[in-house]
């Protein structure tokens, strides 16, 4: 930042010979006296000389003279003084909005002018074809900077041309060609213009300042009020002129900012494409949403459906919804299109989102363990043993060998090796008898969980809960997975001279806003307000942190420090999801419709199990935050990948094949690390820039198995409401300070007037060589004095 200090200096030395002229009353005196004494010099000598001729009074008063007249060039104090000078130029600052907005169009779509440039591109265009730069240049030095979020470095260092006279010499090299192309890229996705002004005034303070050309939209939507930069510019004495970029139209524009679907469904399971719209200026206008399905193989999308909605007020968010079911397995890409019939749009790159969802036909494995026969264990296991898409294995562990069960597989312990325990997706458990699991089983669950994303559903009961909430030390691998702290004491669940009436069950906000919990699918009732409810519900203390609750048992009675009992909730647990159901009386369902309860079951399976549906079988998963990222968004990227026998792998890195908008692999590939305290997992960034679709792959070391994820990258909601020009922002910055507002059109000629040439002269070193003691000089005074002494002697008048 000090660049414009000291760069481009020129530098100039000059000599010259200067005495100590007569300045105060004293030195005036001195000057009368040695005058006095020059004509008392020319009256003795005539009265000495009266005898003698003409020529010796003349001889000997022209010594006497010259002996004064070389004590008086003495007392002047003759010196040569040397001095260097430097001349520091006149600087401008050329400041450069880079964040994404800058993306926009230049002009409205709808002026028809065939303009496509966008504002990042004029602004190159101006910087490097125009004679804007060669102008400036003439009279100014030329530091380059851009911001987004914060302000960058030095960008690029442009000399003048400007010379003070002819006899300096510059000690700049010569001017390198810059390259805009690699300057002006846009990164950022917010735009700080007051704070990043701001800085970049108090950084190159300077004398020699000019002034500031801002070129921006004025899209500020971080940061402070750009009154402060205002502020300080006026008090350096530092031009502002701003360039405004962008069209001054007011919008009409349509757009998806938000699309919700599922990223993996279950073959015959029924989802939901919702795409989230927003307008500006069209409000009452008919919106078209259509939905395009392309399977995989296909080649082209197909319009699937189509809906037809008016749009409400300008900013207002409003959905449409598509229901989708298809019949085959596999990838399949989904588009939405929104489109204004019979409107121009300020810009159509935000009317069309795509999103994929993976539909598989692979059974979902289920582990069913219940402490005893309990009905809601009953009900359960026979919906989900006939469900096509679940393959239930089932240990009830009041029963012995010999005994019946509906299931895929009956078992009689627990799975004895960490392949068997690995292999299942989900964990159903209805008041389990833990202590017949050992803790090497428990902490295989907990990993199960944790790092294979495994999903558990845990029934909370009235025989092995209250044990387990009683002896929390025995059971604490276990009671890390519970959503909600047990209470040690609690109802005698069943018991009818304690419980003997029906309470609703208390559905929270989060609740009514649940997918899995809506069982009614007409949508004509809401099952959950017609139910009769249950008569008890295990007492909790209280929930974790992170946890869920979607539903409250309702007796006032039960109500305890920690509030009402859980009935439903969930939290995440590493990658894995669990469910606690504090009542084992949701078989009551059927009482209103026996599909209910169906639904209910399958729906809490989908829910629950959904970690692993993403993966199957699958060894190695990405781990992502989101799906949705902005351009130069740094997007954390980490995959979980085990062997065969689900231990870390050899490797300490891994490859991960990114595939840009385009359908092209990025080179070079991106390289993840091993995550020193998770060794199973690896880490690393992505850094994207370009707007559109990114697809990842990696494949494992010893297997054929390819595991893929994608991404949607966009530009940042911030940046992509800047659709008009902030006029009023920029033409406030500017005001006061000596410059003004400025279009684009206008810059290249008007700019170069506003700012001044304010380079300054300096000595930085002076020498001072004193010359009354020169030998010449002494050796003069000596020749005289002795020449007058001598004809004196001579003739004799000593």
């Not at 504002?119 to 380059?144: F, G």
């Not at 300077?206 to 750009?226: H, K, M, Q, W, Y």
């Not at 009023?728 to 507002?741: E, N, Q, V």
Request: with cysteine; glycine share 6%.
């Amino acid at each position: 930042m000090l660049s414009l200090l000291a760069q481009n200096d020129v530098s100039a030395t000059s000599t010259m010979l200067e005495f100590d002229w007569p300045y105060t009353l004293g030195d005036w005196g001195l000057v009368f006296a040695l005058f006095s004494w020059c004509l008392f010099t020319i009256w003795i000598n005539y009265r000495d000389a009266q005898k003698l001729s003409t020529l010796w009074m003349i001889w000997l008063t022209g010594l006497r003279l010259a002996t004064l007249l070389v004590l008086f060039i003495i007392a002047l104090n003759p010196h040569l003084r040397q001095q260097k000078e430097v001349y520091r130029p006149s600087h401008v600052a050329l400041l450069v909005d880079t964040s994404t907005s800058m993306q926009q169009p230049e002009v409205d779509p709808r002026a028809n002018s065939g303009n496509a440039r966008t504002r990042m591109e004029a602004v190159r265009d101006l910087l490097q074809d125009s004679p804007l730069v060669d102008e400036l240049r003439k009279q100014h030095v030329i530091d380059v900077y851009t911001f987004d979020s914060d302000l960058s470095t030095v960008k690029a260092q442009i000399p003048s041309t400007f010379v003070p006279d002819e006899s300096a010499t510059t000690e700049s090299a010569p001017a390198e060609k810059v390259d805009w192309d690699v300057i002006l890229e846009t990164a950022g996705n917010s735009t700080n213009l007051g704070d990043s002004l701001d800085r970049l005034l108090s950084e190159i303070r300077s004398p020699t300042l000019s002034g500031v050309v801002i070129f921006s939209d004025g899209a500020r939507n971080a940061g402070r009020e750009v009154r402060i930069a205002r502020d300080r510019a006026q008090d350096n004495g530092a031009r502002l002129v701003t360039v405004g970029v962008g069209s001054t139209t007011p919008p009409v524009n349509l757009e998806i900012p938000k699309v919700a679907m599922p990223t993996d469904v279950q073959k015959g399971d029924l989802f939901e494409v919702t795409a989230y719209l927003q307008g500006d200026g069209i409000a009452e206008k008919t919106v078209l949403v259509e939905l395009l399905e392309k399977a995989t193989g296909e080649n082209e999308p197909r319009v699937v459906e189509r809906q037809e909605q008016a749009a409400p007020e300008d900013g207002e968010l409003f959905e449409v919804t598509f229901s989708r079911n298809p019949s085959e397995p596999g990838e399949y890409e989904y588009t939405l299109r929104a489109t204004v019939p019979g409107v121009v749009e300020t810009r159509e790159d935000d009317n069309e989102e795509v999103r994929t969802v993976n539909i598989f036909d692979r059974p979902l494995k289920v582990l069913m363990i219940a402490g005893g026969p309990m009905r809601d264990y009953r009900y359960a296991r026979t919906i989900l043993h006939r469900h096509p898409s679940l393959e239930v294995d089932v240990w009830l562990q009041s029963g012995g060998v010999g005994s019946s069960q509906e299931s895929h597989q009956l078992l009689y312990r627990f799975p004895e090796t960490r392949e068997e325990v690995f292999q299942y997706d989900l964990l159903i458990a209805f008041d389990a008898d833990w202590s017949q699991v050992t803790s090497e089983q428990q902490q295989q669950i907990l990993e199960w969980v944790n790092n294979e994303g495994g999903g558990v559903i845990l029934m909370a009961g009235d025989v092995n809960t209250p044990q387990l909430a009683a002896k929390p030390d025995n059971y604490e691998t276990l009671l890390k997975l519970y959503p909600v702290l047990l209470d040690a004491v609690g109802l005698r669940l069943g018991s009818r001279d304690e419980a003997t009436t029906a309470y609703h069950v208390g559905l929270t906000q989060e609740g009514q806003a649940a997918e899995f919990l809506k069982l009614d699918e007409s949508g004509d009732s809401d099952p959950w307000k017609d139910f009769s409810g249950v008569y008890g519900c295990y007492p909790t203390r209280g929930v974790k942190a992170g946890t869920t609750v979607y539903a409250e048992f309702t007796d006032p009675l039960s109500r305890g420090a920690g509030g009402q009992p859980v009935m439903l909730g969930t939290q995440k647990y590493g990658q894995g999801t669990v469910l606690y159901i504090g009542s084992p009386e949701l078989w009551r369902l059927r009482s209103l419709n026996p599909a209910f309860l169906d639904r209910f079951w399958t729906k809490l399976c989908r829910k629950a199990a959904e970690g692993r549906s993403k993966r199957g079988l699958q060894r190695a998963m990405f781990i992502l935050e989101g799906r949705d990222y902005n351009v130069r968004q740094t997007i954390p990227l980490r995959v979980r990948a085990v062997n065969s026998k689900f231990e870390p792998l050899d490797a300490d890195t891994m490859t991960v094949e990114v595939y840009t908008p385009s359908g092209r692999p990025l080179v070079p590939a991106l390289t993840l690390r091993r995550d020193q305290h998770r060794p199973a997992e690896y880490t690393g960034d992505l850094r994207p820039a370009d707007p559109g679709r990114y697809r990842l792959e990696f494949g494992l070391p010893d297997s054929t198995e390819t595991v893929t994820a994608e991404i949607h990258v966009g530009i940042s909601k911030l940046e992509a409401a800047s659709l008009v020009q902030d006029v009023d922002t920029l033409t406030s910055l500017a005001r006061d300070t000596g410059g003004k507002y400025i279009t684009l059109a206008a810059a290249a000629t008007e700019i170069p007037a506003l700012l001044p040439n304010k380079g300054e002269r300096s000595i930085i070193d002076e020498q001072i060589q004193e010359k009354w003691d020169h030998f010449a000089i002494i050796l003069l005074l000596v020749f005289f004095l002795s020449a007058e002494w001598l004809t004196r002697k001579l003739l004799k008048l000593a």
